[in-house]
């Protein structure tokens, strides 16, 4: 959709810092509500519900105004993760700024800041995030499901896998911690092993996690499947109608085998705070991760798991 279709309002908050309930805890930080990336299979469009649209998901966005954050120190050493429930670097960004000014006023905070996109707009505050991670804790993650820029046009209307991963580079090349984030994987399309390998000199950290199909876009996906991916239908069934997890468990094993034939840790439901060695990011199993909400984050494997 081209931006100037994307129907846009300004609506004032009280804050723009949310306590999050997502298993990385802190705050969410969404300087929009909607996201004109469109993506077919996201989680956020029950977002509608509670901000009074019934527009369809991504052809609306509500630019937020916030009081100036007071105190940004008082968020020091908190999780704070930007784009949960949409992308701050959306293209609109490009016109309000509001991703950028959030940006300026956390700069000293000190805060544990993640950020969340599939942009390459990014790059437009560089110097700024360079600045921030000095005295913050900054990472920014890219989600990337698939090399096959058909898939993805088909899935999302965000920047070509291409272009982020070349920001993911120049980010990573500018000493801030990266996250190539293999969100969502899709069952017998997204090839974890061929993303490790395009992105693993150029992040410190990827993180597993598995497609979900709940809500409205359930069968969006279904139907998708059945008509481009037929032979995957009898997996999706078994997957999704039948809930049976023996595909991801497996895939679980393959990673952690990567992950030795690779020389990576293999952890989960963590963020591992170090820079690693070129090559060898760590890599977080995600996988059904809302079911390990509130773990321990120690950086170790789940308690009570065969392999352990
Ligand atoms: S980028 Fe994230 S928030 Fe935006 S549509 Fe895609 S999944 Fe949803």
């Keep these: 959709?081209?931006?100037?279709?994307?129907?846009?309002?300004?609506?004032?908050?009280?804050?723009?810092?949310?306590?999050?309930?997502?298993?990385?805890?802190?705050?969410s930080l969404n300087p929009y509500v909607g996201c004109p990336h469109a993506c077919k299979y996201c989680y956020a469009s029950f977002m509608k519900r509670f901000t009074g649209h019934s527009e369809p998901w991504g052809t609306f966005m509500d630019v937020k105004h916030w009081p100036t954050i007071k105190v940004p120190k008082k968020y020091?050493?908190?999780?704070?993760?930007?784009?949960?429930?949409?992308?701050?670097?959306?293209?609109?960004?490009?016109?309000?700024?509001?991703?950028?000014?959030?940006?300026?006023e956390?700069?000293?905070?000190?805060?544990?800041?993640?950020?969340?996109?599939?942009?390459?707009?990014?790059?437009?505050?560089?110097?700024?995030?360079?600045?921030?991670?000095?005295?913050?804790?900054?990472?920014?993650?890219?989600?990337?499901?698939?090399?096959?820029?058909?898939?993805k046009n088909d899935m999302d209307d965000a920047a070509s896998?291409?272009?982020?991963?070349?920001?993911?580079?120049?980010?990573?090349?500018?000493?801030?911690?990266?996250?190539?984030?293999?969100?969502?994987v899709f069952p017998g399309i997204t090839d974890i092993e061929a993303i490790f390998k395009r992105a693993k000199d150029q992040c410190d950290l990827i993180w597993l996690e598995n497609l979900n199909l709940r809500g409205g876009f359930k069968a969006d996906i279904m139907n998708y499947i059945a008509e481009k991916y037929p032979d995957l239908v009898p997996l999706y069934d078994e997957i999704y109608n039948?809930?049976?997890?023996?595909?991801?468990e497996d895939l679980e094993k393959k990673a952690e085998k990567m992950a030795k034939k690779y020389d990576c840790r293999f952890v989960d439901n963590v963020t591992p705070?170090?820079?690693?060695?070129?090559?060898?990011?760590?890599?977080?199993?995600?996988?059904?991760?809302e079911e390990v909400r509130g773990t321990e984050n120690s950086g170790q494997r789940r308690k009570n798991k065969e392999h352990e």
């Design 242 to 248: 039948k809930k049976n997890r023996s595909y991801f």
């Design 1 to 27: 959709m081209e931006q100037s279709e994307i129907k846009v309002n300004h609506i004032e908050t009280k804050s723009v810092m949310t306590k999050s309930n997502t298993p990385l805890g802190g705050y």
């Design 76 to 104: 020091a050493g908190q999780k704070i993760v930007i784009g949960t429930v949409t992308d701050g670097y959306n293209p609109l960004e490009e016109t309000y700024k509001n991703t950028r000014k959030l940006l300026e």
């Design 106 to 151: 956390l700069k000293d905070s000190g805060g544990d800041i993640v950020i969340c996109t599939k942009s390459d707009l990014v790059l437009r505050d560089l110097d700024l995030l360079k600045e921030m991670n000095q005295k913050c804790r900054l990472t920014i993650s890219w989600s990337i499901n698939t090399l096959d820029e058909e898939f």
């Design 161 to 184: 896998i291409e272009r982020r991963l070349s920001a993911m580079k120049e980010v990573y090349d500018a000493g801030i911690r990266t996250i190539c984030f293999i969100s969502p």
């Design 273 to 289: 705070y170090e820079r690693v060695s070129k090559g060898h990011p760590t890599i977080v199993n995600y996988f059904y991760h």
